[in-house]
């Protein structure tokens, strides 16, 4: 799903309340949130999300296509989705992951 950017067929999408903004650069911002690529263990194989806390803010992985992917063969197979996350502050709000 992510190399760097997003691979198709997904993009990456970042929101804020109403707001949506396609992530089509290294870096995007919207009322509440700030996305930045970083380096992990290569040139910018990972992103950095700072918010504000004044907004449900976040990013989205979507089907570019406007459908939804069949992951069927997927769940057969035992594929799992996994990522890490790395908190440079406290969470002292309400987290929601969809």
């Given at each position: 799903?992510?190399?760097?950017k997003?691979?198709?067929?997904?993009?990456?999408?970042?929101?804020?309340?109403?707001?949506v903004?396609?992530?089509?650069?290294?870096?995007?911002?919207?009322?509440?949130?700030?996305?930045?690529?970083?380096?992990?263990?290569?040139?910018?194989?990972?992103?950095?999300?700072?918010?504000?806390?004044?907004?449900?803010?976040?990013?989205?992985?979507?089907?570019?296509?406007?459908?939804?992917?069949?992951?069927?063969?997927?769940?057969?197979?035992?594929?799992?989705?996994?990522?890490?996350?790395?908190?440079?502050?406290?969470?002292?709000?309400?987290?929601l992951?969809?």
């Amino acid at each position: 799903m992510f190399l760097g950017k997003a691979i198709e067929p997904w993009e990456m999408l970042l929101f804020s309340q109403q707001q949506v903004a396609e992530i089509e650069s290294s870096s995007e911002s919207l009322s509440g949130i700030f996305y930045r690529t970083v380096d992990k263990l290569i040139q910018e194989d990972s992103f950095r999300i700072q918010t504000t806390g004044t907004a449900i803010t976040g990013v989205k992985f979507v089907n570019s296509n406007g459908f939804r992917e069949d992951l069927s063969a997927e769940l057969e197979n035992n594929a799992a989705l996994t990522f890490t996350v790395k908190r440079d502050s406290d969470v002292n709000s309400p987290f929601l992951s969809r």
